[in-house]
């Protein structure tokens, strides 16, 4: 049999879905009573984002929420993840909601049930309303937002808000999407909003995530009925050592303490690690987790989601000359490697970052899909019996439309492949993988990258606004269809 003919087949109910996040798509940023994110200061500040391309119109999801729905239906796609912009609905991240934010969502919310499309909600995809990141509660004269605690409670209090208006129609709940990225590229290198860097200040960050988390989901278990799914979306690194040297999986032990377990250890066990307090000991002594944060923190969840690009290698630390003389010191995993800053607080001094071998995407990310196998069965592993899905997956390249309008773009089907490939051999090995969100349904803002990076499975003319599906979202449709993988890509 040659191997074409055979197909993975996935389990029946298994949800094929696109993912999205508000300030990537929506644009609108001043209608209806928004007021600005972090993300909007950020993009709006010279030299933060490539091109000064910003999120002001980005693909006018806000008017054009209705086609991008039908799009979907068209595509056959029985999931959407999407996520509610904070100051659409809570324009000073405090007090009272505008209900014509929450309308617009409510609106979504239905037409997507209309087409039978399963909406999972994000309450928090990276754009604090600005005057959180304004307030400095506890005196502080950097600033305030995540490093903050009161920005916890805000959280919790819109948590509350969003649940109370859209929790007789959404299942899928889901508090945070990356807070890696939040409390270490916003506060710890800077290459993301608010632009910060400081390493005690993304430590805090990273707390407050962890605690405003715990508080989330206590107050949509409140609110919401019990047939909702509530979870969290990481971005676990799927870190390798370089050798198996003893000095190469200490390195590997650091990173996978800042990038997973700093996150992981309080939600899913209620304790930061030992080794990671004694990491950090020289930058902070952690005075911030006050008694009881652990414990709101670990709240029980219904599902993780994962997101997964592209692997971490890291070796002990080398001197730069060397490294760079074997080109291996390029780029950081988090595609920044420009910053002078770095997303690492306490270990840069101890690891270098290397990049896995491997094809790679216009991000400069190595294409491996066996990362993602190994983190799904890693999680079935720490989160027994909790229900994972993969809340994003994908990859950006340089699609063009051809002379006839079409996309083709033959590279991201074979990402998608890979990948699928992969979450299915994790599933026949005991991970419970119960859908697949391809990041993203749509071309979009990507973040420090500006439109450069198109990530979408339907291309977008950023000056027409036209959508094209690319011939990956014709793929996928197919794939949907069906819930079986061919044993080849079949590209053209
Ligand atoms: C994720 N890193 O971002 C986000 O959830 C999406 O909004 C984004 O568009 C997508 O992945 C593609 O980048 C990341 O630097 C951004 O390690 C940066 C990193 C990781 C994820």
């Known amino acids: ?66 086609d991008d729905v039908r799009l979907m239906a068209d595509l056959g796609l029985s999931a959407y993840r999407f996520s509610v912009s904070w100051s659409r609905v809570q324009p000073t991240g405090r007090g009272p909601a505008v209900q014509r934010g929450l309308d617009f969502y409510r609106a979504l919310v239905d037409e997507l049930l209309a087409h039978g499309i399963r909406p999972m909600v994000t309450l928090y995809h990276w754009d604090l309303p600005q005057e959180l990141e304004d307030a400095f509660p506890s005196g502080s004269s950097a600033g305030g937002g995540w490093p903050e605690r009161d920005t916890a409670y805000r959280f919790g209090e819109y948590a509350g808000i969003v649940a109370d208006a859209l929790g007789d129609r959404v299942e899928m709940w889901s508090t945070l999407n990356e807070p890696w990225c939040s409390a270490f590229l916003g506060y710890g290198s800077g290459v993301h909003a608010p632009g910060r860097a400081d390493p005690v200040a993304a430590l805090r960050a990273a707390h407050h995530l962890n605690l405003a988390h715990g508080l989330g989901v206590q107050a949509l278990r409140e609110r919401l009925p019990a047939r909702a799914r509530i979870g969290v979306s990481l971005n676990p690194s799927a870190v390798r050592p370089l050798t198996a040297s003893a000095a190469d999986q200490d390195a590997r032990r650091r990173i996978d303490a800042l990038a997973n377990r700093v996150f992981t250890g309080p939600m899913l066990r209620g304790v930061y690690d030992d080794d990671l307090l004694a990491d950090t000991a020289r930058i902070t002594d952690w005075a911030f987790v006050q008694d009881g944060d652990l414990r ?97 997956n994908g990859a950006a390249y340089d699609d063009r439309p051809g002379t006839g309008g079409q996309v083709h773009d033959p590279e991201r089907i074979r990402y998608l492949h890979g990948h699928l490939a992969a979450v299915h051999e994790a599933i026949v090995a005991g991970a419970d993988v119960r859908g697949y969100y391809l990041w993203s349904l749509l071309d979009n803002f990507e973040w420090a990258y500006g439109y450069s990076k198109r990530f979408g499975a339907v291309h977008v003319d950023y000056a027409t606004q036209v959508r094209t599906p690319k011939s990956s979202a014709h793929w996928y449709a197919k794939v949907a269809a069906s819930g079986e993988l061919p044993g080849e890509p079949a590209t053209d």
């Open 296 to 392: 709101i923190a670990r709240q029980p969840l219904d599902f993780l989601g994962i997101n997964y690009y592209s692997p971490a290698v890291v070796s002990a630390a080398e001197d730069t000359q060397a490294s760079e003389a074997d080109g291996s010191s390029a780029p950081r995993p988090d595609g920044h490697g420009a910053s002078a800053h770095s997303p690492w607080p306490g270990a840069d001094d101890h690891v270098s970052f290397h990049r896995a071998p491997g094809e790679l995407t216009a991000m400069d990310w190595p294409v491996d899909p066996t990362g993602l196998k190994d983190l799904l069965l890693e999680y079935t592993a720490q989160a027994p019996g909790v229900p994972l899905y993969v809340t994003e």
């Open 1 to 66: 049999m040659s191997s074409s003919t055979v197909h993975s087949t996935f389990p029946a109910g298994f949800l094929w879905g696109s993912a999205t996040a508000a300030y990537q798509i929506e644009g609108a940023v001043r209608e209806d009573g928004r007021t600005p994110s972090i993300w909007d200061t950020f993009s709006h500040t010279p030299g933060k984002v490539l091109g000064g391309d910003t999120g002001d119109v980005a693909v006018d999801h806000y008017h054009r929420w209705r």
